[in-house]
């Protein structure tokens, strides 16, 4: 099978969930990297969420500091998931 690579943004403005990346039906994705950038000038945070299949919510990063006009690397190691998961940010 081919591989197939996805470059997923969300700009997020707000407090809601907002969803990165959803694993289409029969793959396996391998996330090689989450880049978060703050952008307004103010410090913030970020939650980073996994949610499973059958609807279980895994926190992958629960409170994240991102500085002023700061950018972080999330991931230490990539991150597989599998049919149905769904990446979330707030």
């Known amino acids: ?7 997923a943004k969300v700009d ?39 949610t499973n299949a059958a609807g279980a919510v895994f926190s992958l990063f629960k409170v994240k500091a991102v500085g002023a006009n700061g950018t972080v690397e999330l991931l230490t190691a990539p991150l597989v998931v599998q049919t ?3 990446i979330k940010v707030t």
């Open 1 to 7: 099978m081919a591989n197939t690579y996805v470059n």
């Open 12 to 50: 997020l403005t707000g407090t809601s969930v907002t969803t990165l990346y959803t694993c289409a039906a029969l793959t396996t994705g391998i996330v090689k990297s989450i880049l978060v950038s703050e952008d307004s000038g103010n410090a913030d945070t970020v939650t980073v969420t996994l």
């Open 84 to 86: 149905g998961e769904i």
